[in-house]
């Protein structure tokens, strides 16, 4: 990873070497904490933008709430320091990291009185699942772990715990030579990927599951707004992983990853076994609107820095 000069951290910029926490830090022992993954772009007018800032920390507000972690900062200051926080790292685009977590002071499950803490880390990140797979499409497996219960895990909060069943179903399908897993729900229809929300096409509809057993994806909510707008029919519906060994065309979405097409599965080609042409078009339309070539989409983006000519 690339490093950057500054973290910003529980109300403060520090340099990157210096953002340390101690040893008995109660998330790392426990996994209560939630984060948020946030993209900034560098946009056709040479400068650079957050996409969709107020819709991450809105989610971050909502995934602490769930979990009931009391976060010691407003919306606005988070905006704010992580609008500073690009500014003084002077990196252009790249990924952000917001982390909320819990201090230590206490041992034991309870988090007691100890502090809620936050940080924001922002690096220059590519193509999460690599430049090749954003034009050919990558290999996906249904993972044998399952996606969590919604009443083990809280699955509408991004929760630093619940990636432990990301890691493992990760794990497992590089393991075996796939470059990403798709998990099911605990009903066994399909339910998203390690970190990315899943859309398959046939015959011209794309459908998409319900928001029951996944994170409320950003990226999946661009989507329905694209889709819309380009005419295409569009169903929030459970569907089995056999429905998506014959769907035309299928992708993922995330911020990281952000459209990613899916050229297999299981070993079986989805659709010519390459990037289908709605997934193409649907990408095309999504990276004009991170980078600020879509006009109607303008409200999506926070500027970093001073506006042009002022
Ligand atoms: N599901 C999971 C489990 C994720 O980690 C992510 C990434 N945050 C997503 C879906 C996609 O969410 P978004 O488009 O908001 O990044």
């Not at 990196?91 to 034991?108: N, P, T, W």
């Not at 409320?216 to 909510?221: A, L, N, P, S, V």
């Amino acid at each position: 990873m690339q490093k950057t000069k500054y973290i910003w951290l529980d109300g403060r910029r520090v340099l990157w070497e210096d953002a340390q926490v101690h040893i008995l830090t109660h998330t790392l022992h426990y996994g209560l904490g939630v984060f948020e993954g946030i993209r900034a772009y560098d946009t056709v007018d040479g400068r650079t933008a957050v996409f969709r800032l107020n819709e991450h920390i809105d989610r971050l507000f909502e995934s602490a709430h769930i979990l009931q972690l009391e976060i010691p900062f407003t919306r606005e200051q988070l905006i704010d320091e992580t609008l500073a926080l690009l500014e003084a790292n002077e990196m252009g685009g790249g990924y952000l990291r917001h982390l909320v977590f819990v201090g230590d002071g206490m041992m034991g499950l309870h988090p007691g009185t100890n502090k809620v803490r936050v940080s924001i880390a922002a690096w220059p990140w590519g193509a999460y699942l690599g430049e090749e797979g954003m034009e050919k499409g990558i290999r996906v497996k249904v993972s044998s772990f399952v996606r969590h219960h919604v009443n083990a895990m809280m699955t509408k909060a991004k929760a630093v715990g619940g990636y432990v069943n990301s890691i493992l179903a990760k794990r497992e399908a590089v393991a075996l030579g796939y470059d990403e897993a798709l998990m099911l729900d605990t009903e066994g229809y399909v339910s998203e990927a390690s970190g990315e929300n899943i859309f398959i096409v046939k015959n011209g509809v794309i459908k998409t599951t319900p928001l029951t057993s996944v994170l409320k994806g950003i990226t999946r909510d661009c989507i329905l707004r694209i889709a819309e707008e380009e005419g295409y029919e569009l169903i929030e519906e459970r569907f089995t992983r056999d429905e998506l060994y014959v769907a035309d065309e299928a992708f993922f979405t995330g911020t990281a990853a952000e459209i990613t097409p899916i050229r297999e599965v299981d070993g079986r080609n989805i659709g010519a076994g390459t990037r289908g042409p709605v997934t193409e078009r649907i990408q095309k339309r999504y990276f004009d609107i991170v980078k600020g070539a879509d006009a109607r989409y303008a409200d999506w983006l926070t500027y970093v820095g001073k506006p042009v000519g002022s």
